[in-house]
C-alpha cells in the first residue's frame, strides 16, 4: 500500500453555533483522481478551503505529505498547487505577468522554461502576452490550470474545474487530469457536483451530504457489479412470486408495468430460460447499468 | 530575504501596472507644476524693499502685546522667538524668505505632502481589499509564503510608494522651482530659534525637515487605511475613514483641546512641529510623550492588521 498524499483526520469545521463538517476523514494516494463528491453546500468547497488553509480547522486536522497545513503550513502547502472555485487572476496583467507572480513566491522560483512549458502544455501559447480582462472563461481555466501546475504539485487540488467549459474543454480537461495522475503520479483532488464528469475522471469518489462523509468507493465498486435488468413480461405479478421464489438474491419488484431483477449480466440468459420455460409471456429484456447518479441520489436520499 | 524581496516585486507589479497609480503620479507633478505657474504668473509678490522697517514695526506691536495682553506662557514664548528672529533679521541684513523665490516655494510645496498622503492612502486601501474584490486572494494565499510574510511585503510596498510620492513631491519642486524662479538666493539660511538663541541652518535641510514632520501624520493615516482595509476588506470604506480622519482629526482635537484626555487622541501627537515651532495642544505635552504615543498607536495598528489578516477564514 502506497503512503497516502493526504490524510485528513477527523475534519471539522464550526462556524458559530453551526457544525458545516462533521469529522470527515480520508485519505488520497499518489496517482489517483479523487472524486470529492456532493450537492451544492453539503461542504465541499469548506472542506477545500480547510485542506488549503484558506479557513481555520475547528477540530481535527489535515496533513500533506505528512506535514499539517495548520502547524506547518508553508511545508505542507509547498505540494499543493490548486484553484479554488474560478481561477480568478489579475486582469490588468497579462497571463504571463499572472504566471511570474506565483513563480515568484515559490522559495525557488522556477525557470523561465518552465514556465513556457506549463504555457504550452495548456496551451495558451499564442495569447499568454495578452491581459487577462481578454480571456475567455475557458483560457482562464487553463491558466488557472498553469498556475497550479507550475511548482510540479504532488498534489492538485481542482474545486469544479470544468466548470463553464465547452463539451470539448471538459474532455480535454478530463484527458490532462486522468494522464498526470496515471503517468506523473501525481495525486488530484476534484470536487464536483457533475456526476456524470466524475464517473469518467475519477478512481475512487468520495461522497459528501450535509457535512457527512457518505462514503468512499472505487468507481468500479460503486457502478460496475450492480446492474439493473427490467423484463416487460406477462403475467407480471405470477412472475413477480416466480423468481422471488426461484432466484430470491435477484430481489424482484414491480414497477409499473414492468419487472426489475438486480441480475448480473451472466445471469441473465439462465433467468430469461427459466422464465420461458414457465409459460411466461416475455415482450422485452433490457439491462442498464446503475450509473452513479442514481446510485448518490440513493445514497444522499436515504441519508435525508 | 531575497524571498521577501520578491514579494515585494510582486506587490509593485500590482501597484504600477494599473492606470490608476500613473494618474495619482500625474496629478501630483501637475499639482506642483500649476502651483508654481501661479505663484510666478498671477500672485502679486508685493514689494519687499523696505523688509527691515516693517519687521521693525511688527516687533514694537508684538512688545506691546506681550507686555499688555492676557497670555498663556508657551504663548509669550513664541512670541519672544518671533521678535528674536526679527532683530537677527534686521541686524544681519537677512531678508525673509519670499514666496516667489526657490525656497519659499519649496517650503510651500511641503504642504502638498497632504496630497501625497491622499494618494498613499488610495493604494494602502486597496492592498488587502483589492485582493477580496478580485478574487485573488485565494490564489495568494495558497502559497508557501505564511500570511505574515504577505502582508508585511504589502505593507513595506505601500511604505515604498509614500517615499516615492515625497521624493517626486521633493525633486518636481525643486524642478519646477527653477524653472520658475530661478536659483537666486540659494545660499540663504533658514534662521531657527533654539536654546535661547538664533542659529542658522541650511535652508535643503531645513525643508528635508518639514517633509520629514509631515511624514509623520502620512505614514499614521496610510497604516491606519492599510489596518482597516485589512480588517474589513473594503476599501471604500478605508479611503473614506482614513481621508475623513486625516481633514477633521486635527480640527477634532483643537476643538476639545480644554480637555486634559485629548492629548491620548492620536491626532493631538501626530504634528511633532508643535513642540520645535509652536505651542503644544495642551500644557505639559512632550515630543517624547507624543512619540510613545504614535508607536503604541502605531503597534496597536500593526497588531490589528496582523492578528485578523491570520486568522481570518477566507471565504470570498
Known amino acids: 500500500m502506497k503512503k497516502p498524499i493526504v490524510e485528513i483526520k477527523n475534519l471539522k469545521k464550526v462556524i458559530g453555533d453551526k457544525t458545516i463538517i462533521h469529522g470527515i476523514s480520508m485519505d488520497v494516494f499518489p496517482g489517483e483522481v479523487f472524486g470529492f463528491l456532493g450537492p451544492n453546500g453539503a461542504g465541499k468547497t469548506t472542506t477545500i478551503r480547510m485542506m488549503v488553509g484558506l479557513m481555520g480547522i475547528t477540530e481535527g486536522e489535515v496533513l500533506i505529505n505528512g506535514f499539517s497545513i495548520e502547524k506547518n503550513f508553508e511545508k505542507a502547502i509547498s505540494h499543493v498547487g490548486g484553484i479554488i472555485e474560478n481561477p480568478e487572476m489579475y486582469k490588468f496583467l497579462s497571463g504571463y505577468d499572472n504566471l511570474l507572480q506565483y513563480a515568484r513566491m515559490l522559495p525557488d522560483p522556477v525557470k523561465k522554461e518552465r514556465i513556457d512549458e506549463i504555457v504550452k502544455l495548456v496551451g495558451l501559447e499564442k495569447r499568454i502576452h495578452e491581459k487577462v480582462k481578454g480571456y475567455s472563461l475557458g483560457m482562464r481555466q487553463r491558466l488557472g490550470l498553469a498556475q497550479a501546475l507550475l511548482h510540479s504539485p504532488a498534489l492538485l487540488i481542482l474545486d469544479e474545474p470544468t466548470n463553464g467549459l465547452d463539451p470539448a474543454g471538459i474532455r480535454e480537461i478530463r484527458t490532462y487530469i486522468r494522464k498526470i495522475a496515471h503517468e506523473e503520479g501525481i495525486a488530484v483532488f476534484v470536487s464536483s457536483h457533475m456526476l456524470s464528469e466524475m464517473q469518467l475522471m475519477c478512481d475512487r469518489i468520495g461522497i459528501i451530504q450535509d457535512g457527512h462523509l457518505v462514503s468512499v468507493e472505487t468507481v468500479g465498486d460503486f457502478v460496475g457489479e450492480k446492474v439493473n435488468t427490467v423484463l416487460e413480461i406477462e403475467p407480471i405479478e405470477k412472475a413477480r412470486e416466480f423468481v422471488e421464489q426461484t432466484f430470491p438474491e435477484l430481489n424482484p419488484k414491480v414497477n409499473g408495468a414492468k419487472l426489475f431483477v438486480s441480475a448480473s449480466r451472466e445471469k441473465v440468459p439462465s433467468l430469461v430460460k427459466v422464465l420461458a420455460e414457465n409459460e411466461f409471456e416475455i415482450y422485452q429484456v433490457s439491462s442498464e447499468n446503475s450509473t452513479l447518479e442514481e446510485k448518490f441520489l440513493e445514497m444522499t436520499e436515504g441519508t435525508k | ?316
Do not use: C
Request: charged share 15%; aromatic share 14%.
Open chain 2, 1 to 316: 530575504m531575497s524571498h521577501f524581496f520578491r514579494l515585494i516585486h510582486n506587490e509593485n507589479v500590482k501597484i504600477y501596472k494599473r492606470m490608476g497609480t500613473w494618474v495619482m503620479i500625474g496629478i501630483l507633478v501637475l499639482v506642483v507644476a500649476l502651483v508654481g505657474a501661479f505663484t510666478k504668473f498671477v500672485l502679486d509678490p508685493g514689494s519687499n524693499a523696505d523688509w527691515k522697517s516693517q519687521l521693525t514695526a511688527e516687533n514694537a506691536q508684538l512688545t506691546e502685546s506681550l507686555e499688555t495682553a492676557p497670555m498663556l506662557e508657551a504663548q509669550k514664548r513664541l512670541l519672544k522667538e518671533r521678535i528674536a528672529l526679527n532683530e537677527y533679521r534686521v541686524e544681519h541684513d537677512l531678508a525673509p524668505m519670499e514666496r516667489d523665490s526657490l525656497w519659499g516655494y519649496m517650503v510651500d510645496a511641503t504642504t502638498f505632502t497632504g496630497i501625497a498622503a491622499l494618494f498613499t492612502i488610495v493604494i494602502a486601501a486597496g492592498m488587502v481589499a483589492s485582493e477580496f474584490s478580485w478574487g485573488t486572494v485565494k490564489l495568494l494565499l495558497i502559497r508557501p509564503v505564511s500570511r505574515t510574510k504577505v502582508l508585511l511585503a504589502k505593507y513595506a510596498s505601500t511604505l515604498l510608494f509614500a517615499v516615492l510620492m515625497l521624493v517626486l513631491l521633493f525633486s518636481t519642486s525643486f524642478l519646477f522651482g527653477m524653472i520658475f524662479f530661478g536659483f537666486t538666493g540659494a545660499e540663504t539660511p533658514y534662521l531657527s530659534y533654539s536654546n535661547g538663541r538664533v542659529v542658522q541652518q541650511n535652508m535643503v535641510t531645513h525643508i528635508i525637515e518639514l517633509f520629514g514632520f509631515r511624514s509623520i501624520d502620512l505614514i499614521m493615516m496610510v497604516t491606519l487605511a492599510f489596518m482597516i482595509s485589512t480588517v474589513f476588506r473594503s476599501s471604500s470604506l478605508a479611503i473614506g475613514i482614513s481621508l475623513f480622519l486625516m481633514f477633521t482629526g486635527p480640527q477634532i482635537v483643537q476643538l476639545l483641546s480644554q480637555y486634559d484626555w485629548v492629548k491620548y487622541i492620536l491626532f493631538a501627537n501626530t504634528d511633532l512641529q508643535q513642540y520645535t515651532t509652536g505651542t503644544p495642544l495642551v500644557e505639559g505635552m512632550t515630543m517624547t510623550f507624543s512619540i510613545v504615543m504614535l508607536l503604541i498607536y502605531f503597534g496597536l495598528f500593526a497588531f490589528l492588521s496582523l492578528f485578523i489578516f491570520n486568522k481570518r477564514d477566507v471565504a470570498a
